[in-house]
Nanobody, 121 residues
Framework: QVQLVESGGGLVQPGGFLRLSCEVS????????VGWYRQSPGKQRTLVAA???????RYGDSMQDRFSIYRDNAKNTTYLHANNLTPDDSAVYYC???????????????WGQGTQVTVSS
């Protein structure tokens, strides 16, 4: 089965840096898009950044200055670089991928389990 595994979250001080990783594994034919989203308690899940197979990127509102997304196709891994973090960035960060499995032709959306990011002194 297709699985998305996130890593890299944790506790970081304000102004700090984190690098989140999302690895897609399983019987995969191709990965079309990969995105990072975040959600805080009581708030909606919002887009941070997404990248297509072509390398084209899309960022959520006010995200492009401090976040960047990079896709390593050889490792089926997508990274989110988060810079100059503030307490408002604290959230559970989720990886999302649209994947075509070897078993079929349909595109299926998958979500990871999420990784907690806490920005605090």
């Amino acid at each position: 089965q297709v699985q998305l595994v996130e890593s890299g979250g944790g506790l970081v001080q304000p102004g700090g840096f984190l690098r989140l990783s999302c690895e897609v594994s399983g019987s995969i034919f191709s990965i079309y898009t990969v995105g990072w989203y975040r959600q805080s308690p009581g708030k909606q899940r919002t887009l941070v950044a997404a990248v297509a197979a072509s390398g084209d990127t899309r960022y959520g509102d006010s995200m492009q200055d401090r976040f960047s997304i990079y896709r390593d196709n050889a490792k089926n891994t997508t990274y989110l670089h988060a810079n100059n973090l503030t307490p408002d960035d604290s959230a559970v960060y989720y990886c999302n991928a649209v994947v075509r499995a070897i078993s079929g032709t349909a595109h299926t959306m998958y979500w990871g389990q999420g990784t907690q990011v806490t920005v605090s002194s």
